[in-house]
């Protein structure tokens, strides 16, 4: 047992996901000289996993045109998260103009989530089997759609519905498959910035959207605010089809392989020197490696040669590119569903769900909580409350990747160079107790009415927290079961939105019934199981890796 992480009871087993990362300089350099390395300040580093030699290979891809990339779909994601929720402080004053309740009018919000999961678990097969770039401009042209109908009819009910309903499916897009094209494009050693910086934009963008409409509703309107929405989006799917070609790339299996595991078991029967020492750089950061070990030939790696021209760029313009998969789509549908069985995907699923949704009952409940005594806030002030979750985000995504590079990385020399996915998740105990104090927090101080500092406060706290346990729980579930992200990922998103549309159907009128303090310490709860939950999977979750990695009916039930 390696700092608490029980080994499994099974000798001399290799368990997916765990990686050796410390060896001996000299043995490793006569294991990888035949494969592709990093150079200038990567160099040494093997690549993981191996690009082919194809120029259109996206992992072959100029450095710049790969950040490029990665900070113009982050921007995307930013987008559509922003506009989903950026109303949500102006509830109050559109339930006036549109004739209903401001809970009436955060059940557009549910209905809009709703339509996001189901849009996300009928649309990831066919990114599969298509590629991306075509479900991108398709989901992006369904969002314009969505508020163009929304804005024929701007204070009617069942438009506003309708159209919140197809821009939460259009959406769907840059909220789930923009962590798949990280792993297009980069290696395992660059993902965990690209990874943080999405993350963020998720997060971030619901926050500053809330506070860029609510200045817009309170000078102009809120149907100014949709028409805002309308311009950006149709700007950006626009700039996405001259600018974001497709990033799916088949390459051959060998290059698909998961190097590290491989050399550690060439090391442990070649030359039995398993506890030697390497550069800290060999360490995942923020990424994975492969679970799934296939034969490699190292030669070959470097030298078969993929006779390919440049594609050009028009060709890029191209909607569809072929078909990257010959998988049936029925068939590919209920993948997501069994993603469902691995419990990285679980905790994932269940501690991102919470994050969303209890981040938005707090920003729902705002406008119905501070626009009457003791505070009277304006629309305006309402919507600066939601800087405070702004700047909890931009902490909560940032610092802690750092903080659990380092961790990871001595805790692998601790652990005699063993990296275990496990070890990331120390960060629940911050989260456990930053999310209980801040839940809790924002009840007593809206029940006591106390100035608005300490609401306001507190919700930063809780989103800190979120931001933590969403971050730490997604990079688990990546590090362990990277052949399946994309399906778990839509798996993800589908809880996210389930949960988000519950607690936004309903949140006022139990927050009416029940009041602050018991509302919000039932919810910091559901929010500490999700913690303690990471904290059981650090002792168990070798364990559970390898039990689901041996148990059949699994295995012929994943994609």
């Known amino acids: 047992m390696g700092l608490w992480v029980l080994e499994p009871k099974q000798q001399n087993v290799k368990v997916p996901g765990t990686v050796h990362v410390e060896r001996d300089t000299d043995v490793l350099r006569a294991l990888t000289a035949h494969l592709k390395h990093g150079s200038g300040r990567e160099e040494g580093i093997v690549l993981v996993p191996q690009p082919s030699d194809s120029v259109n290979d996206p992992l072959n891809w100029p450095r710049a045109k790969k950040i490029f990339h990665s900070y113009f779909l982050s921007f995307g994601t930013g987008l559509a998260s922003g506009t989903c929720y950026f109303l949500n402080p102006s509830a109050t004053l559109m339930a006036k103009q549109v004739g209903t309740t401001v809970t009436q009018m955060s059940r557009s919000l549910a209905v809009l989530m709703l339509c996001m999961g189901i849009a996300s678990i009928l649309t990831t097969p066919l990114a599969r089997i298509y590629g991306k770039r075509p479900i991108f401009l398709l989901l992006g042209l369904v ?25 939460g499916a259009g959406a769907s897009g840059l909220e789930y498959l923009v962590s798949s094209s990280v792993g297009d494009l980069f290696f395992v050693h660059q993902r965990g910035f690209h990874l943080a910086l999405w993350h963020f934009a998720l997060a971030g963008g619901n ?3 809330q506070v860029i409409a609510s ?3 309170a000078g102009q309107g809120y149907v100014w605010a949709f028409r805002y929405a309308v311009i950006f989006m149709a700007a950006y799917v626009v700039a996405l089809f001259f600018f974001a070609p497709e990033t799916t790339y088949v390459r051959a299996k060998k290059y698909d392989t998961d190097v590290l595991e491989l050399l550690s078991d060439e090391v442990r029967e070649g030359s039995g020197a398993a506890s030697a020492s390497v550069s ?13 070990t296939t034969d490699f030939d190292a030669e070959s790696a470097g030298t078969a040669a993929e006779i390919e021209t440049k594609r050009a760029y028009a060709q890029s313009l191209r909607i569809f590119s072929g078909r990257y998969s010959d998988e049936n789509y029925l068939r590919a549908l209920i993948a997501p569903f069994a993603t469902y069985m691995l419990p990285g995907v679980v905790w994932a699923a269940y501690s991102y769900g919470c994050a969303v949704a209890f981040s938005a009952s707090l920003s729902v409940s705002l406008s119905s909580i501070f626009t009457v005594a003791p505070y009277h806030f ?3 002030a309402v919507g600066l409350t939601v800087l405070s979750p702004f700047v909890a985000n931009i902490v909560g995504n940032f610092i802690p990747g750092p903080v659990a590079d380092w961790l990871v990385t001595y805790m692998s020399r601790k652990n005699g160079g063993v990296y275990e996915p496990e070890f990331r998740n120390i960060l629940c105990l911050p989260a456990l107790l930053t999310g209980l104090a801040g839940y809790w927090g924002f009840g007593l101080a809206i029940h006591y009415k106390i100035h608005w500092f300490a609401p306001v406060f507190f919700f930063g706290v ?4 979120g931001s933590i346990l969403s971050l730490v729980s997604n990079t688990y579930l990546l590090d362990c079961h990277r052949k399946h992200a994309q399906d778990a990922y839509a798996a993800v998103t589908l809880v996210k939105a389930v949960m ?4 936004a159907f309903f949140i006022n009128t139990w927050l009416a019934k029940s009041g602050p303090v018991r509302v919000y310490f039932i919810i910091g709860t559901i929010h500490g199981v999700g913690c303690i939950y990471g904290l059981v999977l650090y002792v168990f979750g070798k364990r559970m890796r390898l039990a689901v990695h041996q148990n059949a009916f699994i295995q012929r039930h994943l994609r």
């Open 500 to 503: 988000t549309f519950a607690i």
């Open 462 to 465: 809780a989103a800190f927290s």
């Open 207 to 209: 926050s500053l959207g």
């Open 143 to 167: 969002s314009v759609l969505g508020y163009g109908v929304l804005l024929a009819h701007p204070y009617n009910l069942q438009y506003l519905y309708a159209g919140r309903a197809l821009w």
């Open 280 to 292: 800290d750089q060999h360490l995942p950061s923020g990424g994975n490696v492969d679970e799934k």
């Open 378 to 380: 304006s629309t305006r």
């Open 215 to 217: 200045q817009i509703v």
